[in-house]
């Protein structure tokens, strides 16, 4: 994909359906005692991936569109598949349907393309493992043998790195146990979406926090658990909403609307994080869908490298960079517009996504003329780049390429994004969607 620098975004535009909601409403729904309409689900690579594993396993589903139908069966209704389950890219399907096949009667081999099949899977083969599923890896990599047990034991379980796919995963193991299987965050809540489904589907959950740890939140599932089917509509997905907010908040004299977007707490850091660098950003029509808070987001953009403080100097780091995990390597564009850049630190689980992101993104914002200096746990952004537009390499990512799609629109000169059609892995259409609210 060729890129030329663009004056303003102007327009309105509409989201995708949020990928993790879309996981988790077709999971949850496959679990549940009947039949489900999901709307607006996401179109995304990750998301059929896991459509089409339910469909191995058993479970009729039918598509049109953004439209799916799910027949439920209760907890164990599936069967075991003639094949290995490919989840593709997504480490989401395959670490969420862990969890559920922890507690089927059968073996599944669970594989992916080779950049799921080089992240790490030891987070959630030592707690499924603690509760009775047994499970083989390449070292702790995909693929991965799970053989299920019919009497999963609940256990109580601290998460060791921050991330919704593991606590997800137990959640859904924890379902099909007897008692009450217990997961806490010792440093804040990560994304809340399979809390919320299962509340949508009447699943038996409590939450609870610690008056010691203030930062820490628990939540709790009770098994065996029987659920009801739901109707379920889908918000937009705000993480692809991110890139266009971005890109408005930078360019002068932007103004765009998004329609229907996610906004549910844990995912909006980003709006937060530029506002305080001065961007206008305005909320409204604020609901909720299906027990997600949604609504319209309008941007109208400034310019950054003159409108920031100059001397407020952007450290993104602990509970904030888990909050924004999503977000960093865009915000790394972003910084290399602030007059004193910008610090992300205890960002070390990016090295571990769909490719390693500190390095992509570091290698990409050199090759536009910015400085930055790499650490282990992230990456500090020399500002106000004049970025020159280069040659820029996706690794396979589909926010790398959304990230640098954004800075190409800021350069000077052309840019080439090579591999762009990793874009599909959340949000096939988003070159057409920007391209529609670009102005030259
Ligand atoms: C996701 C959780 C996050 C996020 C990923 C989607 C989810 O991963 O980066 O894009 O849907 O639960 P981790 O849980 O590994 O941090």
């Given at each position: 994909?060729?890129?030329?620098?663009?004056?303003?975004?102007?327009?309105?535009?509409?989201?995708?359906?949020?990928?993790?909601?879309?996981?988790?409403?077709?999971?949850?729904?496959?679990?549940?005692?009947?039949?489900?309409?999901?709307?607006?689900?996401?179109?995304?690579?990750?998301?059929?991936?896991?459509?089409?594993?339910?469909?191995?396993?058993?479970?009729?589903?039918?598509?049109?569109?953004?439209?799916?139908?799910?027949?439920?069966?209760?907890?164990?209704?599936?069967?075991?598949?003639?094949?290995?389950?490919?989840?593709?890219?997504?480490?989401?399907?395959?670490?969420?349907?862990?969890?559920?096949?922890?507690?089927?009667?059968?073996?599944?081999?669970?594989?992916?393309?080779?950049?799921?099949?080089?992240?790490?899977?030891?987070?959630?083969?030592?707690?499924?493992?603690?509760?009775?599923?047994?499970?083989?890896?390449?070292?702790?990599?995909?693929?991965?043998?799970?053989?299920?047990?019919?009497?999963?034991?609940?256990?109580?379980?601290?998460?060791?790195?921050?991330?919704?796919?593991?606590?997800?995963?137990?959640?859904?193991?924890?379902?099909?146990?007897?008692?009450?299987?217990?997961?806490?965050?010792?440093?804040?809540?990560?994304?809340?979406?399979?809390?919320?489904?299962?509340?949508?589907?009447?699943?038996?959950?409590?939450?609870?926090?610690?008056?010691?740890?203030?930062?820490?939140?628990?939540?709790?599932?009770?098994?065996?658990?029987?659920?009801?089917?739901?109707?379920?509509?889908?918000?937009?997905?705000?993480?692809?909403?991110?890139?266009?907010?971005?890109?408005?908040?930078?360019?002068?004299?932007s103004e765009?609307?998004?329609?229907?977007?996610?906004?549910?707490?844990?995912?909006?850091?980003?709006?937060?994080?530029?506002?305080?660098?001065?961007t206008e950003?305005?909320?409204?029509?604020?609901?909720?869908?299906?027990?997600?808070?949604?609504?319209?987001?309008r941007v109208n953009g400034s310019?950054?490298?003159?409108?920031?403080?100059?001397?407020?100097?952007?450290?993104?780091?602990?509970?904030?960079?888990?909050?924004?995990?999503?977000?960093?390597?865009?915000?790394?564009?972003?910084?290399?517009?602030?007059?004193?850049?910008?610090?992300?630190?205890?960002?070390?689980?990016?090295?571990?996504?769909?490719?390693?992101?500190?390095?992509?993104?570091?290698?990409?914002?050199?090759?536009?003329?910015?400085?930055?200096?790499?650490?282990?746990?992230?990456?500090?952004?020399?500002?106000?780049?004049?970025?020159?537009?280069?040659?820029?390499?996706?690794?396979?990512?589909?926010?790398?390429?959304?990230?640098?799609?954004?800075?190409?629109?800021?350069?000077?000169?052309?840019?080439?994004?090579?591999?762009?059609?990793?874009?599909?892995?959340?949000?096939?259409?988003?070159?057409?969607?920007?391209?529609?609210?670009?102005?030259?």
């Amino acid at each position: 994909m060729r890129i030329k620098p663009a004056r303003r975004l102007r327009g309105r535009c509409h989201l995708p359906g949020d990928k993790s909601i879309s996981h988790r409403a077709a999971l949850i729904a496959a679990l549940a005692n009947g039949t489900s309409h999901i709307s607006n689900f996401s179109t995304s690579q990750d998301c059929a991936a896991t459509l089409s594993c339910l469909t191995a396993l058993g479970v009729s589903i039918e598509r049109q569109g953004n439209r799916i139908r799910v027949e439920g069966k209760g907890m164990r209704p599936f069967r075991a598949p003639a094949s290995p389950l490919n989840c593709g890219n997504s480490g989401t399907t395959m670490r969420l349907l862990a969890g559920i096949l922890a507690a089927q009667d059968f073996a599944t081999i669970l594989t992916g393309d080779d950049s799921l099949n080089r992240r790490p899977m030891k987070r959630i083969i030592e707690p499924l493992e603690r509760m009775g599923a047994r499970i083989l890896s390449l070292d702790g990599h995909p693929p991965l043998q799970i053989t299920g047990s019919k009497t999963l034991k609940p256990i109580r379980y601290e998460l060791p790195v921050s991330s919704a796919q593991v606590k997800s995963c137990m959640l859904l193991a924890g379902l099909q146990a007897k008692g009450r299987t217990e997961i806490i965050e010792r440093n804040g809540v990560t994304r809340d979406h399979t809390e919320r489904m299962l509340q949508w589907f009447n699943a038996p959950i409590e939450f609870g926090s610690d008056s010691n740890k203030p930062e820490a939140r628990s939540s709790a599932v009770i098994g065996p658990a029987s659920l009801t089917a739901r109707d379920v509509r889908v918000p937009g997905d705000f993480s692809a909403a991110a890139f266009f907010i971005a890109a408005a908040a930078l360019l002068e004299n932007s103004e765009i609307e998004i329609e229907g977007a996610g906004l549910n707490p844990t995912r909006t850091q980003f709006l937060d994080t530029l506002r305080a660098l001065g961007t206008e950003i305005d909320i409204s029509s604020e609901r909720e869908e299906s027990n997600e808070p949604v609504g319209v987001i309008r941007v109208n953009g400034s310019n950054l490298r003159e409108n920031a403080e100059k001397d407020l100097s952007l450290t993104i780091s602990g509970q904030l960079s888990t909050a924004l995990i999503d977000e960093l390597p865009l915000l790394a564009v972003v910084g290399s517009q602030l007059p004193s850049g910008l610090m992300i630190r205890d960002a070390r689980e990016l090295r571990f996504k769909e490719t390693d992101r500190i390095a992509a993104t570091a290698k990409n914002l050199k090759a536009m003329g910015a400085a930055v200096e790499e650490f282990d746990d992230g990456l500090r952004v020399v500002g106000a780049a004049h970025l020159k537009g280069a040659t820029l390499e996706t690794f396979g990512d589909h926010r790398i390429a959304m990230a640098f799609s954004v800075a190409a629109l800021l350069a000077e000169g052309e840019s080439e994004i090579t591999g762009s059609e990793c874009v599909s892995v959340s949000f096939p259409n988003f070159f057409e969607a920007l391209e529609s609210l670009v102005e030259r």
